[in-house]
């Protein structure tokens, strides 16, 4: 899902519930995430894939423009270890630009949240990921050694509280600025690997996505 319409978007938000995933399709993963921009853009949510043998999702987050990208950057914990979260768990996902920084949370139900905040990437200021046009809310095949890996099979994944905010504070619904259903095809085809249920919103600021294919 993405929204479009004003040229100066600098928040998005959404609860995620972490999907409880099939494991039936080989070598498969899948990103949830929301995000700023399409080129640039910063986004952060989970990744499943790194962990099979349990099934958890881990944190991410991931800045990229012409000619760079940071690939995804996991959120490891104190002891060294990738922070995941398991089938089921639920919390708020933000991205924000705010005076020439971008944050990212990953707020938990019980209060405790994770945050990063980046100034500059190898010496570029992360304005320069900052593309206010669009906003988004995706379910994804991510790119894995270079290559748009299959798609896990999630069964179906909700989104809710999904919120958008301009530079003067106001914060509006996805149904409040024009938006595009995104379904996502097999690379090179036409086969729908994910689609919004319904292709329409539950409400003005939820909705959820089926897989259909690896």
Not at 125 to 151: C, K, M
Request: charged share 5%; aromatic share 14%.
């Amino acid at each position: 899902m993405n929204q479009y319409g004003p040229t100066n978007l600098v928040r998005i938000q959404g609860d995620e519930v972490v999907p409880s995933y099939a494991q039936s399709c080989p070598y498969a993963f899948n990103s949830i995430w929301v995000g700023i921009g399409n080129s640039p853009l910063s986004q952060n949510g989970t990744a499943y894939g790194w962990d099979n043998s349990t099934g958890n999702s881990a944190l991410f987050w991931e800045m990229l423009k012409p000619g760079y990208d940071t690939g995804m950057m996991f959120i490891y914990t104190t002891g060294g270890y990738l922070q995941y979260v398991g089938p089921g768990t639920k919390f708020h996902l933000v991205t924000y630009y705010y005076s020439g920084q971008m944050h990212f949370t990953w707020q938990f139900p019980s209060g405790v949240a994770i945050s990063v905040t980046v100034t500059s990437l190898s010496g570029i200021p992360a304005s320069s990921f900052w593309d206010g046009t669009q906003v988004e809310w995706i379910n994804e095949a991510p790119t894995v050694g270079g290559t748009v890996s299959a798609l896990q099979d999630y069964g179906s994944s909700s989104w809710s509280v999904a919120y958008s905010q301009v530079n003067n504070g106001t914060a509006t619904p996805i149904s409040g600025y024009p938006y595009h259903l995104v379904n996502m095809t097999v690379v090179g085809g036409t086969t729908i690997r994910s689609q919004v249920r319904n292709n329409a919103l539950s409400s003005s600021t939820s909705f959820v996505t089926d897989w259909k294919h690896c």
